[in-house]
């Protein structure tokens, strides 16, 4: 099992930018990428970016595209979220996960994913 910590949240206003992190821990061996999900109130949550954990390659969810960015430090075993230009709408609770196997298109699936952290509430004010 792979226990994930997210940090960086925060209140910040719109056009702002914000760092997210979130530290692996426990079974890390065979996994295969890490993405970043977020829930707003009163809807469902929803995938924002994705990263493979050895190739690096990345995924992004249209609305946060050219604006995000999903990094990982494989040595430190953490990933992270640049996120730039801050929208209030941007406003959610953000989600680590990570999944030992990622399937061609399934990355913004919340179901490929095995292990979650708690969330960090990320506010943006306009």
């Known amino acids: 099992q792979v226990q994930l910590v997210e940090s960086g949240g925060g209140l910040v206003q719109a056009g702002d930018s914000l760092r997210l992190s979130c530290a692996a821990s426990?079974?890390?061996?065979?996994?295969?990428?890490m993405g970043w999900f977020r829930q707003a109130p009163g809807k469902e949550r929803e995938f924002v970016a994705c990263?493979?954990?050895?190739?690096?390659?990345?995924y992004y969810a249209d609305s946060v595209k050219g604006r995000f960015t999903i990094s990982r430090d494989y040595a430190k075993n953490m990933v992270y979220l640049q996120m730039s230009s801050l929208k209030p709408e941007d406003t959610a609770v953000y989600y680590c996960?990570?999944?030992?196997?990622?399937?061609?298109?399934?990355?913004?699936?919340?179901?490929?994913?095995?292990?979650w952290g708690q969330g960090t509430q990320v506010t943006v004010s306009s």
């Open positions: 996960a990570a999944t030992d196997v990622l399937r061609t298109g399934s990355y913004d699936n919340m179901g490929t994913y095995h292990s």
């Open positions: 426990g079974r890390t061996f065979s996994r295969a990428a």
């Open positions: 990263i493979s954990w050895i190739g690096g390659v990345t």
